[in-house]
């Protein structure tokens, strides 16, 4: 059994009387449809360990509360019978149906079938979410168990048959072709819905054929143009054919003219160049014997020419020496000048070394002069020890002013940090000013423009005018206080009509007077025209003995944090009654600014300004005395070097006198003996001298042999002039019969040039002219060629005219070439395979249309009728609800069979008109009672062997609930009718039943017995013992 209690599920029919007795009898068994339930079973299943259940053969009430599992027993039948878990709607897997901590649930179903039943048995696991399938407790598959349901006409997933819990909204939002295959299905024929479906794969099919018959026809048509065109391309295309043949056989006589022209040319201009080289060889023999004397010629002019050129290398080779020579006289004249420059450098050495004798000895005497005058070093020391003493004194007092000055501006900085706090806190208030300011002006602008006026014209006033009360009060214990403007009165100091100790057990711990501050005359006015030094606050304490507090302190007016209480007397009767209303939220006074700390700041900020300012004077006062004090420190310091300056020079004089004294003997050890450096240079000159005459001697002797060398080369010049002027008579003789001779030679070059290229060119004629004639290089024109290249022109210039003229008709068809006869040729060969295509795809299109035809008739004449049949019940159905109904066969286009659909329009109102049932435009309630009597229709042409309808009364009112109870009863409980289930929570009191029905109870409860000791019998027994025992 499960945790939260145990379960089980009774079940009973009524009679007449209303008495409970057993569903079913040893003695009449009643009769079940084929195919419908007789009995189910569940174990681990949801919210059940085991139950089973055995509904009756007609309708079947399942009744429960909320929670017992009544939608248990829809899922089990929709499981147990194929269905899939997301038809149900509640989970997507199988193994979610399992009880919680269970690894195997059971469902088992029995249908009633003849001659035996067929019990389908389906085991669920957990672990791998897996089905297992029994066909009378024999294993079978899916596929079996599915064929089985089949043949029983059992569709658990049309809604018209079954119609879960959580899919009682979708029915209305089938659209009118889902519903139309639903009833079909649930209550057609069985080839109703076949011929549907039939019908529309004929029309597609058929609209496929129409429109591939359609598409290849415009094709065929396109072809047919398309040939015509072609036609007319053919035709030109013969024409430039002709052309074209006539060019060929152009093209191929003409190299065969060009090889003849060029073959003429070449015997002319081999016979000129045999007579050219005749020429050539007679002009050769008569130049040979010139030729041999400018031979000789040149052969001695080379030899005077050599001669030349060995004595210019001899000039040049003296010429050479000569140079040497100058060069090494020219060095001598400069040896010479270094010794004189040298003696210079010696004389001017001598000279500086007397000078700077002269310059040390001068600068000895004036540093001894200046040693002389200077006092001794030990009479300063005691004018140095009185400088020391006074800056010793000096520093101190420098020091104390140095502190003095660091306490002072520490004490400034503390004042201008209390301050920088005092002004803070000033602005804060001033702040807390404005935004009451501000406040005042967004709610009574008239008042602020007031107020501006008052504080630009006090002077105007003889008093003291007060502004406005919510900027003058300061409300301490932030009360939910208003104020409004209003002058002064001379009643601030009045005394309460009691002292508040004798208030303190009521909960009172002031008066209104002592907890806000305001300028004496406000507050005087406040006494006065509301009494509020008269007027207790109190607490909680107050407020929760309020009754008592009015009885027993006569006070008139009393205060809490959160209301306000006025009691008054009647004057006729002498009654007390007292009124209370709740504080609103202050709005003026929530922002105080407390008027003596303002003043106390601005006090301590003047004092504070003061006390800067006497801080400044005094810092000024030790500032010029440390200046003077520093000015003072700088001239000590002065006097100080000084002195130290005047102990040290006389050192410093003692050593430099010293210094230039060792410099003095080192200067005087270095003379130079002039005399001595002149006879080294005069000695130096004379050698140089001799060396310089040997030199030029030397150079007069290379100088005579240079001219005589001169002289022979100029005879060999003259020689080699005569020379070559006979050479070059002799040249010019041999020139003048060499032209004659090289223009012989170039004519024949040319001659034999032109005879070698034409040639060549009449053999790559030759080869170019049977190339095009497709012929071999020993083959001969055939007589074809021979007979056709008679009839055309014999020369270029007229076969190129022809030609050219050929071309230019050729090129007026333009476009043309074999591939158009091809198309032309391929073109009439698909014209003729797609006719005869179209006319067999004719054939199928025609048979298609007298198949739907046929089809048609067979389906929808009953199609019409059922819904006719449907229509009839679905209007009297709603006829007897004072409503009206109708149900037809929605039709868009005769010929779209997958447009075709059931239309149900309601109405509910007599104000209103026929609507279609649409998930919009009707209420819930509106829409389950469509969908119900919608049912009910159907159920009377029972097709299907049972319907389950799962708590569809839900958004009924109690009338309509009431009213459709009463159709499904009459409709459920007919002979011959199909098994109904119909799933509530409730029920109204006092319906109508039927010895037919059967009602199935489901109850949870810790207390419940288990389902194996249930016992309908011995419990109606007892309840009709205990109804006799009450009678008695």
């Not at 014997?289 to 010629?297: A, C, D, F, N, Y």
């Not at 030397?698 to 022979?712: A, P, T």
Request: aromatic share 6%; net charge neutral.
């Amino acid at each position: 059994m499960a945790a939260a209690g145990k379960w089980s599920l009774g079940a009973c029919q009524l009679d007449d009387g209303g008495s409970q007795r057993a569903v079913r009898s040893s003695a009449a068994r009643p009769q079940f449809v084929e195919g419908s339930i007789v009995r189910v079973l569940m174990e681990n299943f949801l919210t059940y360990d085991t139950c089973e259940v055995r509904p009756g053969p007609n309708l079947n009430m399942i009744v429960g509360a909320n929670g017992t599992g009544k939608s248990s027993i829809v899922c089990a039948i929709c499981l147990g019978l194929a269905g899939k878990p997301s038809f149900i709607g509640r989970a997507d897997k199988v193994g979610l149906f399992v009880k919680q901590g269970c690894l195997k649930g059971v469902v088992e179903v029995e249908l009633a079938k003849t001659p035996d039943n067929i019990i389908i048995t389906r085991e669920i696991q957990v672990v791998n979410n897996t089905s297992t399938w029994f066909i009378n407790r024999k294993p079978t598959t899916l596929k079996t168990v599915e064929e089985q349901i089949a043949a029983l006409n059992i569709q658990v997933d049309n809604l018209c048959q079954f119609l879960p819990q959580d899919r009682v909204g979708e029915f209305a939002k089938l659209s009118k072709i889902e519903l139309l295959e639903a009833t079909e299905k649930s209550v057609g024929p069985p080839e109703m819905y076949q011929f549907h479906c039939e019908l529309k794969n004929f029309r597609e099919k058929e609209r496929e054929l129409e429109n591939l018959f359609r598409d290849k026809t415009n094709s065929l048509e396109k072809m047919r143009q398309r040939v015509e065109r072609y036609k007319q391309d053919v035709e030109r295309y013969h024409e430039r054919k002709r052309h074209l043949d006539l060019i060929e056989m152009l093209e191929r006589k003409r190299p065969w003219v060009e090889y003849e022209n060029v073959r003429q040319q070449h015997e002319e201009v081999k016979q000129s160049r045999d007579q050219a080289k005749e020429e050539l060889k007679n002009l050769k023999e008569m130049q040979f014997p010139v030729k041999k004397k400018i031979q000789e010629t040149e052969e001695y002019f080379k030899n005077l020419d050599m001669k030349i050129r060995d004595k210019a290398a001899e000039i040049k080779d003296i010429s050479q020496k000569c140079k040497q020579k100058q060069d090494a006289l020219e060095m001598k004249d400069k040896q010479v000048e270094e010794v004189h420059q040298a003696l210079r450098m010696k004389k001017d050495e001598e000279m500086d070394r007397q000078v700077k004798i002269h310059n040390t000895q001068k600068m000895i005497e004036e540093w001894k002069n200046e040693l002389s005058t200077m006092a001794v070093s030990a009479d300063l020391q005691p004018q140095t020890d009185a400088v020391n003493n006074e800056l010793k004194k000096l520093q101190e007092e420098r020091a104390n002013i140095d502190s003095d000055i660091s306490d002072l501006t520490a004490e400034k900085m503390n004042q201008k940090r209390e301050e920088k706090r005092i002004t803070d806190r000033l602005g804060q208030l001033n702040n807390i000013m404005n935004m009451k300011e501000e406040n005042l002006k967004g709610k009574f602008r008239d008042t602020h423009s007031a107020l501006t006026w008052l504080r630009n014209n006090k002077d105007k006033f003889k008093k003291k005018v007060c502004e406005p009360m919510m900027l003058e009060m300061r409300d301490h214990q932030k009360l939910r206080v208003n104020a409004v403007c209003a002058p002064a009165e001379s009643c601030a100091e009045s005394l309460p009509s009691r002292p508040i100790e004798e208030l303190h057990r009521y909960g009172f711990f002031s008066y209104l007077r002592e907890l806000f501050d305001a300028p004496h005359p406000v507050m005087s006015y406040l006494c006065s025209q509301y009494h509020v030094h008269d007027v207790p606050v109190g607490t909680e304490k107050t407020r929760n003995m309020i009754e008592r507090v009015i009885q027993e302190t006569k006070l008139r007016q009393i205060y809490t944090a959160e209301e306000k209480y006025i009691v008054k007397v009647s004057a006729y009767t002498n009654l007390t009654f007292s009124t209370n209303t709740s504080l609103r939220e202050a709005q003026f006074l929530t922002s105080s600014v407390d008027t003596d700390e303002r003043r106390q700041l601005e006090n301590e900020q003047r004092d504070i300004n003061n006390t800067l300012k006497s801080l400044d004077m005094h810092l000024t006062t030790l500032f010029e005395r440390q200046k003077h004090l520093e000015h003072r420190d700088n001239e000590l310091r002065q006097q100080k070097k000084e002195l130290l300056e005047r102990g040290n020079r006389r050192r410093q004089l003692e050593s430099k006198i010293g210094v230039k004294y060792d410099s003095l003997r080192q200067l005087e050890e270095d003379a130079i003996s002039l005399e001595d450096e002149y006879q080294q240079a005069n000695v130096k000159i004379k050698e140089i001298n001799t060396q310089k005459a040997r030199l030029v001697t030397e150079l007069m002797h290379h100088i005579k042999n240079c001219i005589s060398l001169n002289i022979l080369k100029a005879d060999l010049v003259l020689q080699s002039t005569t020379v070559a002027a006979e050479k070059n008579r002799l040249e010019s003789e041999c020139n003048e019969g060499s032209v004659q001779l090289r223009a012989a030679e170039q004519r024949f070059c040319e001659l034999d040039e032109r005879k070698r290229l034409l040639t060549e060119n009449c053999k790559e004629l030759l080869k170019k002219a049977q190339q095009v004639c497709k012929l071999s290089p020993d083959q001969r024109l055939p007589k074809e060629f021979q007979t056709a290249f008679q009839a055309l022109p014999t020369t270029l210039e007229e076969i190129d005219a022809f030609l050219n003229e050929e071309k230019t008709r050729a090129s007026c068809f333009t476009g043309l070439n074999a591939s158009v006869v091809e198309e032309y040729n391929k073109q009439i060969e698909e014209i003729q395979q797609l006719t005869e295509y179209l006319e067999e795809k004719k054939k199928e299109l025609d048979n298609y249309k007298q198949n739907i035809s046929q089809v048609k008739e067979r389906w929808l004449n009953p199609l019409k009728k059922l819904i006719e049949q449907i229509n009839g019940k679905f209007s009297n159905f709603f006829s007897s609800m004072q409503c009206v109904g109708e149900v037809d066969l929605h039709v868009e286009n005769e010929e779209e069979y997958d447009k075709y659909g059931i239309r149900i329009r309601v109405k509910f109102h007599r104000s209103t008109e026929l609507r279609e049932l649409t998930p919009y435009h009707q209420s819930g309630g509106e829409k389950s009672v469509s969908t119900m009597l919608y049912l009910m229709a159907l159920q009377e042409l029972n097709r299907c062997p049972f319907r389950v309808v799962d708590e569809i009364n839900q958004g009924m009112d109690p009338m309509n609930e009431r009213r459709v109870f009463e159709m499904v009863v009459k409709t459920a409980c007919k002979e011959s009718t199909s098994q109904y289930f119909f799933i509530t929570p409730k029920l109204l009191q006092n319906l109508t039943y039927n010895d037919k029905m059967t009602v199935l109870f489901v109850y949870n409860g810790p207390f419940m017995l288990e389902a194996n000791k249930w016992n309908l019998k011995s419990f109606c027994r007892r309840r009709r013992r205990l109804g006799r025992m009450d009678e008695q």
